[in-house]
């Protein structure tokens, strides 16, 4: 779509939330990937203490603890991860607040993030909504959930009883929309960070047997959520360079 | 007072209308862009509530197509969408619409921004009197 005159202003006017800081923080480091070097990424990086220790951690994958890290700059783990996986991880703001908004909205659910490898593994048959994003970025975000789950997004959202929910076509409906409002919220912050891409039509499926697909020349991450109702898992898999 | 839904997502027409089963008006549903100028032309509504990503025809074609046709582009349409995206949300209020809400939102938010295009009277009044 072309550009048009204060867009900020626009949204303004219809009481759309401003763009989150994360968004501009991510817009930023996007803008400095053109670099011959890595200093002034690094700088931005330095300046966001969230960011700075999710990438020293992952830049650390086998410590227990940061007394144990052997990498300690951010300089060194982007030499190590590359610029990719630091982006990648500037997008898990905007990802795991678009998850919050929707399960708090739509269906008056308060997440915690919690560790991916602290909650139970899904080795069991569970529901998984895929969307993907292409454009200037190039990705797909899994969100996983417990088949015990559905019943209450049925209740929830639309007040329906755990009979309604049994038929799949309404489930995958319910579920369908959850997935689109989580990840048409986080594709328009992208495209606010100047990464243009469009989103493809949810698809659900149901897995005893997970297995993250990582998109080409992508990076992935994995996100968990607990709630007294239920737990979940949001996979994040990006190339943020695929139009490169 | 008639109120068209138009999104791909059963889901969300249900939400329309379970927002609206209070209030004095019909909830109309189309799956699609073309579905809905169909159901615009015939029912003439009072307001038209539009996603974007619909497959057939999405809501910006449909939007584009509502305002070019003499019979319908008076019809005032709020965007019910999870596209907030700056560039794209300017764009989209170049077609025309009269407000915009993105998912995923509260019922109340919707009914707020539909009070401020039509009247919606509650449907026990509307017995009564």
């Known amino acids: ?244 | 007072m008639k109120i068209l839904s138009v999104d791909d997502s059963k889901t969300i027409r249900m939400i329309v209308k379970r927002t609206f089963a209070p209030f004095d008006c019909t909830v109309l549903e189309a799956a699609n862009g073309e579905e809905g100028l169909a159901v615009a032309a015939a029912e003439n509504p009072d307001l038209i509530v539009l996603d974007i990503t619909m497959p057939v025809m999405d809501g910006v074609t449909m939007l584009g197509k509502l305002k070019e046709r003499a019979d319908l582009k008076s019809i005032p349409v709020i965007m019910l969408t999870a596209e907030s995206g700056r560039e794209n949300v300017a764009y989209i209020a170049k077609l025309g619409v009269r407000d915009y809400l993105v998912k995923p939102f509260k019922d109340d938010q919707l009914i707020e921004k539909v009070e401020r295009v039509i009247a919606l009277q509650p449907k026990a009044e509307a017995v009564a009197a």
């Open chain 1, 1 to 244: 779509m072309p550009a048009v005159a204060n867009p900020e202003d626009i949204a303004k006017q219809f009481g759309l939330e401003s763009v989150p800081a994360s968004v501009k923080r991510l817009s930023q480091l996007l803008n400095k990937c053109d670099a011959t070097d890595t200093d002034d990424f690094a700088k931005l990086v330095n300046a966001d203490p969230d960011l700075t220790k999710r990438l020293l951690c992952a830049a650390n994958p086998r410590a227990e603890c940061e007394e144990d890290y052997g990498i300690t700059t951010v300089e060194d783990a982007i030499q190590r991860c590359g610029m990719s996986a630091a982006l990648l991880l500037a997008m898990s703001d905007p990802l795991i607040n678009a998850v919050h908004k929707t399960f708090s909205l739509m269906l008056n659910i308060d997440l915690k993030n919690v560790l991916p490898m602290t909650l139970d593994p899904f080795n069991f048959t569970h529901v998984v909504g895929e969307v993907g994003f292409s454009g200037k970025a190039t990705g797909l975000v899994h969100l996983r959930l417990p088949n015990e789950f559905i019943p209450v997004l049925g209740d929830r959202l639309l007040g329906l009883t755990p009979a309604d929910m049994q038929d799949e076509a309404t489930a995958n409906d319910v579920i369908g929309e959850l997935c689109n409002m989580t990840v048409g919220n986080f594709k328009s912050n992208l495209c606010d960070a100047g990464l243009t891409c469009k989103l493809s039509p949810p698809k659900i499926s149901r897995t005893e047997e997970f297995r993250l697909h990582i998109v080409e020349g992508g990076t992935s991450q994995r996100y968990g959520f607990h709630s007294k109702e239920a737990r979940l898992y949001a996979d994040l898999s990006v190339n943020p360079f695929s139009e490169s």
